[in-house]
């Protein structure tokens, strides 16, 4: 059967919530910080644009829009966990596990060996009908897993000389194959000797049993306080994280630092607006060296001031004697 299409919201729900966490958060960085960080210094005029564009925030909305998606993946995780812890403990005998559907049977299969200690992915390669259901991690190693879910019909050899096929392509160091009812001689027969173990229904319920007798504690990553303080630090980070703002692009590398020129504003917008004069900056003088300096004579004395006047009425007289038009007027 064909692999069954998966979104990414998928991929990301069957990670650890934690990781949905992280993802989300660098997601949020790398949008909000990164565009004008990669593509600042870009001779591309579009890449250069985009990067300007960055500086006005105005791809926030995505990258809060990434956090959040991530923040919903890691609530599916965390409810997809807890509902495949629960599913196993809730098995009791055959009869629950014919009842279940088959991707009910594979979430229980999954988790029994996720308690034995399997790092568990869920390839989405299988179906109702066949194919590689499981991957199993350990130690470096991959063993490959095909869940059948037949009720009454027993699977054949055809199934096993599949899987083998399977095994050798793919590198793997094991095939299981599990299956509620049970395999034909011949499918036994082929899968002896061979890197293929056959778990039949009545050996999948004793695992569930004794998984169910350890009575594991629950695991921190199972508590939703755990969780719900996880995403609320995951949030917490992403807000208290500086924001941009038109006129700032601090995350624009070769953004120029200098202010910007204010505008010129017309005659007609400035005639009511109140105008700031800056008194302009004195200028210190200079002395000339040609330049003469004259000082003030002293005050004089009485003395000197009655010579002075005396002087002075003397060459007024001279004066008029040598120029008639200054003679004095006749008096009347």
Known sequence: MGKRKESGFDVLASMPWPACLVLGLIGFIGIEYGIGWLWGSSSNPFLSAFARVSSTGIYAPLAWLALVGCCIAALASFLGRRKRRHLLESQTRMDSLRSMDWRSFERLVGEAFRRQGYVVKETGQ?????GVDLEL????????VQCKQWRSQSVGVQTVREMFGILVDRGAIAVKIVALGGYTLDAAAFARGKRIELVDGSALLATVRSIQARKEPELALDNPLFFASGVLACLLVAAALPKQYPGHPANVPGASLAPSPAPIQSGAATQDAPVIRIPPTPLQATASPN???YQADPPMSNEEQREWEKRNREAMKILEKTTPELETAPTH
Do not use: F, M
């Open 291 to 293: 330049q003469k300096t």
């Open 137 to 144: 991690h350990k130690e470096g190693q991959i063993t490959l």
């Open 126 to 130: 299988g179906g109702a009908d066949g």
